[in-house]
T-cell receptor, first 111, second 115 residues
Framework: GNSVTQMEGPVTLSEEAFLTINCTYT??????LFWYVQYPGEGLQLLLK?????DKGSNKGFEATYRKETTSFHLEKGSVQVSDSAVYFC??????????FGEGTQLTVNP | DVKVTQSSRYLVKRTGEKVFLECVQD?????MFWYRQDPGLGLRLIYF???????EKGDIPEGYSVSREKKERFSLILESASTNQTSMYLC??????????????FGPGTRLLVL
């Protein structure tokens, strides 16, 4: 079956630090890959996605590249801000409309 | 913009009560989903629906049922609430169209406390 594994959190960084949140997956076929973000007190919202191998998704300074050879979709940002503090979820969809989510990674950015 | 709304942000119920959680989307999406979110477990799919009056069990359907009488509305029902159903409940919707990349749009969540 499908599964998503994220690096364990929580992650605490200082403002302007470099961020990496690791995500690896197991799936049948050729899945689409997603990063969702959940700000405090809110539902999830799509941050970025990639639908085929070697695609790079990007949004709000965040990037992730779909690496089929390593079954990974790591999230990166060059310089985090306090406003990036949130929970980040990696997810995949391999058929139909169902998403499989990782456990989530709590990010706290201190000024 | 897609909007998914949930009937309550916070709800307190007693053990044994019947609980209804309502979700409405305004983008004419065919697919709708109910998840629960618990710390360390991520999101787990309870039920989903790909059309009116259609429903499919997700990964943890026990203790829950759903209803989809209209395309825009998807209800989650706890037939007899128990304390282990205390959780955050998230509703989502998505289009059938594959070129949308199966993006799901989420509501703000309902935090349910069962006493």
């Amino acid at each position: 079956g499908n599964s998503v594994t994220q690096m364990e959190g929580p992650v605490t960084l200082s403002e302007e630090a470099f961020l990496t949140i690791n995500c690896t997956y197991t799936a049948t076929g050729y899945p689409s890959l997603f990063w969702y973000v959940q700000y405090p007190g809110e539902g999830l919202q799509l941050l970025l996605k990639a639908t085929k191998a070697d695609d790079k998704g990007s949004n709000k300074g965040f990037e992730a590249t779909y690496r089929k050879e390593t079954t990974s979709f790591h999230l990166e940002k060059g310089s985090v801000q306090v406003s990036d503090s949130a929970v980040y979820f990696c997810a995949l969809s391999s058929s139909g409309s169902r998403l499989t989510f990782g456990e989530g990674t709590q990010l706290t950015v201190n000024p | 913009d897609v909007k998914v709304t949930q009937s309550s942000r916070y709800l307190v119920k007693r053990t044994g009560e019947k609980v209804f959680l309502e979700c409405v989307q305004d983008m004419d999406h065919e697919n709708m989903f109910w998840y629960r979110q618990d710390p360390g477990l991520g999101l787990r799919l309870i039920y989903f629906s790909y059309d009116v009056k259609m429903k499919e069990k997700g990964d943890i359907p026990e203790g829950y049922s759903v209803s989809r009488e209209k395309k825009e509305r998807f209800s989650l029902i706890l037939e007899s609430a128990s304390t282990n159903q205390t959780s955050m409940y998230l509703c989502a919707s998505s289009s059938h169209l594959r070129d949308r990349g199966q993006t799901q749009y989420f509501g703000p969540g309902t935090r349910l406390l069962v006493l």
